[in-house]
């Protein structure tokens, strides 16, 4: 994280893709309400990620960014307040 700028990375290294997955921050620097964007995806065809709405204590829980995570995927997903 650069000052305001949050940076979320996703990668499912498997053969097989990933659907009901959720990602879990139990203490961070976060705060508020966050819109994601996509910077970087593959394959090209994800949708667009969920926003994010950090906890109390600066993390999150139960995030889900896309619904699917296509096998030997990557994605750069920025959070911005």
């Not at 990668?11 to 910077?39: C, H, I, R, W």
Request: overall charge negative; aromatic content about 4%.
């Amino acid at each position: 994280m650069s000052g305001n700028e949050v940076i979320l990375v996703v990668l499912n290294l498997g053969d097989k893709a990933v659907s009901d997955f959720t990602l879990k921050l139990t203490k961070g620097p976060l705060s508020g309400e966050y819109q994601a964007t996509m910077l970087l995806q593959t394959p090209a065809n994800a949708a667009s990620p969920a926003s994010l709405t950090a906890n109390a204590s600066g993390g999150f829980g139960a995030y889900t960014p896309l619904p699917d995570l296509p096998a030997h995927a990557s994605l750069v997903i920025k959070l911005e307040p």
